[in-house]
């Protein structure tokens, strides 16, 4: 095949999502694993990121007919606070084992914004598990919340869910607030409510057991649950002020969402839209074009057409070149 190749990944908790396709052919060949890697002392492990994902890219290329992978991006989870190593390692380390010249390393709420939105101004809220908004005039990048389970993640699936489950509890022991019917979901998912701590609290994977209630909790206020209604309205609220927070200043400014929180449907998209419009009145918000590793395959199309516009940003979105310097702020100049 002649044409320059690109490779494109998606790094998460669930594991590895990668492409790899040719300019003006899009994506010819994918694969996904499910192991994530490793963080640890450095943060993100750019040794296990290789381990990951080098034997994935050639197996690719011998699928597509990919002799030469001139660019390569990457949007990894945790890149913007864990990915000093990375950033540091990695595109050495692509140039090395895959030839390619030209990397892009990018948090994954960058590449959820070019998935869900392309690459123009706005602002995306990307809801799973956890929660974060980023937005961009397209010569700057603001993000809100995006803090994890303990400190932020306001809105998101954990967080939802451990509403949720605090309602179940309190039903439990006779307390206001408490909901039966999220009492009667959670005994069903975990067993004996008085058992949940003990269940709960042992594990690594809190935030992911959290999220898991949350479905319970759309459901309840589908079916017009009271307390269920309120922890859907609440987090609407806090997904709506994440959005304000970052969205550039547009008289009709638009919002994309992105995620596997917003399957809950009217139940959380009707109160968002209320506190939307509360929030930055004119708003207009549309459901994502594509996901995570679609905006870092668009982000790599961009880069070998020689159209690519986005601003770089020093934890969030950095292009090295052929020689191994940083040219994200001269791309990001051309805006």
Known sequence: MTGPGFLAVDSGGSGLRVAVGAGGRGPLA????????????????PGHFVERLVPMARALCAEAGIERLEVAVVGAAGLAGLGDALRAELPDALRRELGVRRAALAA???????????????????????????????????????????????????????AGLEAALRAHDGRRGGSTRLLAGAEDMFGPAAGLPGRLYPRTDRPAVLASFAPRVGACAADGDPVAVRVLRAAARHMADSAAAVCPAADAPVI??????????????????????????????IMAEGDPLHGAVRVAEDLIAGSFTLPGDEKMLCVTGPAGEDVTRAAGART
């Open 30 to 45: 994918r694969a996904a694993s499910g192991e994530p890697v490793r963080t640890g002392g450095r943060g993100i492990d």
């Open 108 to 162: 994954d709420a960058v590449t959820a914004y070019v998935g869900a939105l392309g690459p123009r101004p706005g602002a995306v809220i990307a809801a799973g598990t956890g929660l974060i908004a980023i937005g961009t005039d397209l010569t700057g990048w603001r993000r809100a919340d995006g803090w994890g389970h303990l400190l932020g993640d306001c809105g998101g699936g954990a967080w939802i869910g451990r």
């Open 256 to 285: 994309g969402l992105t995620g596997g929180l917003f399957r809950m449907g009217a139940a959380l998209l009707d109160p968002l839209d209320e506190e939307l419009a509360e929030r930055l009145p004119g708003v207009r918000w």
